[in-house]
């Protein structure tokens, strides 16, 4: 829902991803850490910092923070191997 919290709806949404017919899907450091800012703005060439935003956290807050381990658990348990052609 609308006011679901931000730390439920990421894994939920890649729970949906991992059922999807990818052969690969993958998940960012932002999404497990809830960043905010977000790089790599589309159509953006000046005024925008692609690729020079740092995440909130040390290496540390995302082993501790645990938003990692739920993406990854998220998408391991919802997970089918691809058909093969």
Same mark, same amino acid.
């Given at each position: 829902g609308p006011d679901a919290p931000v730390n439920e709806v990421i894994p939920a949404v890649y729970g949906r991803l991992g059922v999807a017919p990818a052969r690969i899907v993958l998940a960012t450091l932002e999404d497990a850490v809830a960043a905010t800012e977000r790089p790599n703005m589309p159509g953006v060439s000046e005024?925008?910092?692609?690729?020079? !935003?740092?995440?909130?956290?040390?290496?540390?807050? !995302?082993?501790?923070?645990?938003?990692?381990?739920?993406? !990854?658990?998220?998408?391991?348990?919802?997970?089918?191997?691809?058909?093969?052609?």
């Open positions: 005024g925008w910092p692609n690729w020079k !935003i740092p995440l909130p956290t040390t290496l540390e807050g !995302i082993v501790e923070g645990g938003g990692a381990s739920r993406v !990854i658990g998220s998408l391991a348990s919802s997970r089918r191997p691809p058909e093969t052609p």
